[in-house]
């Protein structure tokens, strides 16, 4: 991760660990998955735990920030695009492409919102198991905050909850390096946040950071959002319990390639809109 010369904070558990990384996805896939859940509620609650896990696993592994035009992948389940975006190739089960990310993390680099993305994936992959995902998720296509229609995922002006995805902001970014605009970061439920490119701090300890990728001579202070991103958990609840041919029906995605990095998901949100009108 990022160092920040001079920076009065410590990261919580540092130092990358291949065998954590595993020992975490390990974890996730001892209890056998139970596509039957009692409530809407309870399967919330198992995947807002596990998408706790997925990020703090990402924060482990040897995965690294790069902005849209420096990123990597594995060519052996993605295809890297001009765009920077990765393409799941032909006859690659989107299960094992997820997977790999992590299994063979240092083959990656992408920016932060592509990280939420990631995580999200990931973590309900280790819930609703391979079969299911890959019959849910065949066509899958990393870029930003784009993202499979079935995630349904939507930011809300709402209190957070430990599995949320925050957006720290930071109006006064310098311009020569745009990636600093903000940070997307998962809230790990202990005070913490994790956001990839950063790492694991405290609310204060973001803002601080962020604060130090200010344009020269700027003292307006980074803050953190009041909108709060999350998928559709209702629908992903319905869908573990699926019975019918859903990706038939799947609605069409459409894909704004606007090569700037760490966005919010509610710009997202503004440029395909911005995009969809004209």
């Known amino acids: 991760m990022n160092q920040f010369s001079g ?14 990384v595993n020992l975490i996805i390990q974890q996730m896939n001892e209890k056998p998955t139970e596509y039957e859940y009692r409530s809407i509620n309870e399967f919330e609650s198992m995947l807002r735990k596990n998408i706790i896990l997925s990020a703090r696993a990402m924060y482990k592994s040897r995965l690294r920030f790069a902005i849209f035009q420096r990123s990597r992948c594995n060519p052996m389940y993605w295809q890297l695009m001009r765009t920077g975006g990765f393409l799941l190739r032909q006859g690659v089960k989107p299960s094992d492409a997820i997977k790999d990310i992590y299994y063979n993390s240092s083959y990656y680099a992408f920016e932060c919102a592509t990280a939420m993305v990631i995580i999200y994936y990931h973590a309900l992959l280790n819930l ?37 995805v925050v957006y720290f902001q930071n109006p006064d970014f ?31 300890q973001m803002i601080y950071a962020l604060n130090q990728r200010r344009r020269p001579g700027s003292f307006r202070s980074a803050y953190m959002s009041n909108l709060v ?6 629908h992903l609840a319905q869908l573990s319990n699926w019975q019918r041919d859903h990706v038939v029906n799947k609605k069409k995605s459409i894909i704004v390639h606007h090569n700037e990095s760490s966005i919010s998901f509610d710009y997202h949100q503004y440029l395909l809109n911005l995009f969809t009108y004209f």
């Open 128 to 164: 609703i198991g391979e079969n299911l995902f890959n019959q849910i998720f065949q066509r899958i296509y990393l870029y930003g905050w784009h993202a499979d229609p079935d995630l349904g995922i939507n930011a809300y002006s709402d209190i957070f909850y430990p599995g949320d």
């Open 7 to 20: 920076m009065p904070i410590q990261q919580n558990n540092p130092g990358p660990s291949d065998s954590f």
């Open 229 to 234: 991103t999350r998928p559709n958990f209702k």
């Open 174 to 204: 310098n311009p020569l390096t745009p990636e600093w605009r903000g940070e997307n970061a998962v809230v790990l439920g202990d005070g913490t946040y994790f956001g990839h490119g950063l790492g694991i701090f405290t609310a204060e």
